[in-house]
């Protein structure tokens, strides 16, 4: 099993420039996840789709982020434009998703860690 | 809104000795998850346990167990026998029960293991 597949792994971008994250949630997963870490505000939800469809974007920060997930298999997180704030480690989860009131472990991306200068 | 707390910044253990690492949470929920996550220099997010709220019995998983105190909202990790390779960040997160799948975290304890 490959797990969850993020990419790329490092980014560095100018201030201003659009930046897209990329990721491939498990197979037959249906919930997926993005996620943002910086050490003034820790990990935090930024946005979960289930059956391709968003949850939950209370997180995202502001218009400049946005995310997509056009298949099961394929969901993106851009940044337009991007500002030095934006820096931080993005992770991708996904899951099996729910089922009533049961747990299925999120299972977490390696994370694209983004510097904007 | 939910929110979890981790008192510790870091922490220290030596080699085959016991720590414990401290978490309080603060919701109005009845039903929901507790966990811990490991997050070693690699950067993977790895889960090392979970507790229902509605389970009395503490959660364990080999090397590492649970106290989980609901009335006062508390929900600490032990690592019992430490390991050079239990060196890491070490993050408590909670999901309300039902529908949602929302994980809030708390800040983390950098764990350090002393040969």
Redesign the interface.
Known sequence: DAGVIQSPRHEVTEMGQEVTLRCKPISGHN?L?WYRQTMMR????LI?F?NNVP??DSGMPEDRFSAKMPNASFSTLKIQPSEPRDSA?Y?C?S?L??SG?S?N??F?G??TRLTVL | AQTVTQSQPEMSVQEAETVTLSCTYDTSESDYYLFWYKQPPSRQMILVIRQEAYKQQNATENRFSVNFQKAAKSFSLKISDSQLGDAAMYFCAYRRGGGSEKLVFGKGTKLTVNP
């Open positions: 919930s996840f820790g990990l935090e939800l979960y289930n949850i939950d480690v992770f989860a899951s998703g729910t009131n747990y472990e999120q977490f390696p994370g």
